[in-house]
């Protein structure tokens, strides 16, 4: 008998165990992975040019890895992101640069109730005179 409930307890614990997997599986797949989005100038990630065009952004490793990939597939860049601290009004999905010294610089991607940053070795930060230019997201 005490062989009997050590096995129902082992199990209950193995079932318990997959249901927040499955459930995980479930939440994450309600996510996107993958949208596009037409960008209609040249755009600086960093230190490296991408051309103007139809872009898919594929999250590669959570939400804070980015891939941007040309509609042909001859250019891509990874984009590493951090959550923004101030809280932001909900809104669609979109693309913020910032434009410095005549270049736009990728700087913000918005969800649609959450915005990331790029990460200080790639971010440029608004200075005085700059401009801001915004692109939408789509699913």
Do not use: C
């Not at 993958?34 to 590669?60: C, N």
């Not at 979109?94 to 990728?106: A, C, E, I, Q, Y």
């Not at 969800?111 to 990331?116: F, Q, V």
Request: charged content about 25%; proline content about 6%.
């Amino acid at each position: 008998m005490k062989t009997f409930v050590k096995f129902s307890g082992a199990m209950l614990i193995v079932f318990i165990s997959l249901l927040g997997f499955a459930q995980s599986d479930a939440t994450e797949t309600a996510t996107p992975t993958k949208r596009t989005a037409t960008i209609p100038f040249e755009f600086w990630v960093g230190d490296r040019q991408l051309p103007s065009g139809d872009y898919t952004i594929e999250m590669v490793d959570g939400p804070d890895v980015l891939l941007f990939r040309t509609k042909d597939g001859k250019k891509e860049e990874q984009v590493f992101l951090t959550p923004a601290i101030n809280p932001v009004p909900k809104s669609n999905p979109k693309l913020v640069f910032v434009v410095h010294d005549g270049k736009s610089n990728l700087a913000e991607v918005w969800g649609t109730d959450h915005k990331r940053i790029l990460t200080t070795r790639y971010g440029v930060f608004p200075q005085k005179g700059d401009t801001t230019r915004e692109v939408a997201v789509k699913e």
